[in-house]
């Protein structure tokens, strides 16, 4: 079955420091991952995806298929980037569904 | 402006009293779907619209019905409301090929 594991419920960085927000999946096919950020009172937004390799706000991820992982990582965070961070798989079922399933989420929390 | 928009944002009920969350989306997706997010589980999908008429169960649909007539609409109906159906419910859509997500602002609903 299709999984994204999100090991730390709550991650505390200082500001400037580097942050890393782990991800893992579980998944047979050929995983299309994301990363969804939900800023305090606002609704999801993508954040990054791995096909397009980008970075967004000084965020980068990389898919390694090996450790089947899709960590985030920034190298100096700042206050604003405290949010609630989602990881998401996307594939498709055999009845033709299109589903995407979310980690339960890490909360960053930057202290000044 | 692109957007999806929900209906209300926040709903006190009691037990039993039949209610329909709104959602429209006006930028043409095919793909619509209705996910529950509740404190360390992350978000669930509820049901999900390949297309106009076209609807089906994701993983939590207990105690839910959708439908969809018209493509820019997807509301989310509570036939008989339970507390455990106390929740933050986000409406999202996808355009054709992607499973990129466009998500509502969300409604917290309260059922007492």
């Known amino acids: 079955a299709q999984r994204v594991t999100q090991p730390e419920k709550l991650l505390s960085v200082f500001k400037g420091a580097p942050v890393e927000l782990k991800c893992n999946y579980s998944y047979s096919g050929s995983p299309e991952l994301f990363w969804y950020v939900q800023y305090s009172r606002q609704r999801l937004q993508l954040l990054l995806r791995?096909?397009s390799r980008e970075s967004i706000k000084g965020f980068t991820a990389d898919l390694n298929k090996g450790e089947t992982s899709f960590h985030l990582k920034k190298p100096f965070a700042q206050e604003e980037d405290s949010a609630m961070y989602y990881c998401?798989?996307?594939?498709?079922?055999?009845?033709?569904?299109?589903?995407?399933?979310f980690g339960s989420g890490t909360r960053l929390q930057v202290q000044p | 402006e692109a957007q999806v928009t929900q209906n209300p944002r926040y709903l006190i009920t009691v037990t039993g009293k039949k209610l329909t969350v709104t959602c429209s989306q006006n930028?043409?997706?095919?793909?619509m779907s209705w996910y529950r997010q509740d404190p360390g589980l992350g978000l669930r999908q509820i049901y999900y619209s390949m297309n106009v008429e076209v609807t089906d169960k994701g993983d939590v649909p207990e105690g839910y019905k959708v439908s969809r007539k018209e493509k820019r609409n997807f509301p989310l109906i509570l036939e008989s409301p339970s507390p455990n159906q106390t929740s933050l419910y986000f409406c999202?859509?996808?355009?054709?090929?992607?499973?990129?997500?466009?998500f509502g602002p969300g409604t917290r609903l309260t059922v007492t």
């Open positions: 998401a798989l996307g594939f498709h079922m055999d009845t033709g569904r299109r589903a995407l399933t």
């Open positions: 999202a859509s996808s355009p054709a090929g992607t499973h990129e997500q466009y």
């Open positions: 930028m043409n997706h095919e793909y």
């Open positions: 791995h096909i």
